[in-house]
């Protein structure tokens, strides 16, 4: 049975793995169920946080400003997680997303994982919610700041042991690390002429956006650029 692990839990700003970008990392190394190391940073997404984020973590766009991108940090927590499985409240979320930054700076990442949200419907009442704050409460464990990453990834930790001794001797199958799949594609840069036209559609219609246009892919271009033409419409031609 797993005992040895990866304690993950992302902030991020959004749930679209694909659209949205990671804003904090917390990495907790369990040895034989002990900690035995941590890694944790806040992100610079590159794009100004929506309100509900903030109001939901607690994080804003000051605290990221001068944080570290993801491509400057993601080779440094695959280092990290080495070869140990990883356990998160709704895993694959977290994985998703640390699967794409992966990718994008060209790094090898394909894990193994354990997902306490998972287990926690196998043993929980069926009319009691799962999400992580009400499984710790459920559980008598206490949270420290619910929806910050270290704080949510030790939460993760201490339900996921307290689930192992009260039913790994019942349902030692559930207690055991499978394979996270999950696939992402690289992305590609915006090409110039799309930066430019997206920059040239902002200025038109005076759009107030959240995300700098140097930093964006292809596909996030494509995409801004078809919202902003279905809303506003395009750029008036010129009457010489």
């Known amino acids: 049975m797993m005992n040895?692990?990866?304690?993950?839990?992302?902030?991020?700003?959004?749930?679209?793995?694909?659209?949205?970008?990671?804003?904090?990392?917390?990495?907790?190394?369990?040895?034989d169920g002990a900690v035995a190391g941590q890694f944790v940073t806040l992100v610079n997404p590159m794009r100004r946080l929506g309100m509900?984020?903030?109001?939901?973590?607690?994080?804003?766009d000051?605290?990221?400003?001068?944080?570290p991108p993801i491509e400057d940090v993601i080779g440094d927590a695959v280092e990290f997680f080495g070869d140990l499985p990883l356990?998160?409240?709704?895993?694959?979320?977290?994985?998703?997303?640390l699967k794409h930054a992966a990718v994008n700076s060209r790094l090898e990442f394909e894990k193994e994982g354990l997902d306490t949200l998972m287990l926690c419907r196998a043993f929980m009442p069926g009319d009691v919610k799962r999400n992580l704050s009400c499984a710790c409460s459920y559980y008598h464990i206490s949270q420290s700041a619910a929806h910050r990453a270290q704080a949510d990834a030790e939460?993760?930790?201490?339900?996921?042991q307290e689930l192992?001794?009260?039913?790994?001797?019942?349902?030692?199958?559930?207690?055991?690390s499978k394979p996270l799949i999950y696939k992402a594609k690289r992305e590609?840069?915006?090409?110039?002429?799309?930066?430019?036209?997206?920059?040239?559609?902002?200025?038109?219609h005076r759009i107030d956006i959240t995300v700098q246009i140097d930093d964006i892919s292809r596909s996030e271009a494509s995409r801004m650029i078809d919202t902003i033409i279905s809303q506003y419409g395009r750029i008036p031609r010129q009457i010489s």
């Open 4 to 31: 040895s692990y990866i304690a993950l839990d992302l902030e991020t700003t959004g749930l679209e793995a694909k659209q949205e970008k990671i804003t904090e990392i917390a990495a907790i190394k369990i040895i």
């Open 52 to 60: 509900h984020i903030t109001r939901l973590t607690g994080i804003t």
């Open 62 to 67: 000051e605290m990221l400003k001068d944080a």
């Open 87 to 97: 356990l998160g409240h709704n895993i694959m979320f977290d994985y998703s997303f």
């Open 155 to 160: 939460a993760a930790h201490r339900l996921y």
């Open 164 to 176: 192992l001794k009260l039913h790994s001797q019942d349902r030692p199958e559930l207690f055991t």
């Open 188 to 204: 590609q840069p915006a090409t110039k002429r799309q930066k430019e036209y997206l920059q040239d559609l902002v200025k038109c």
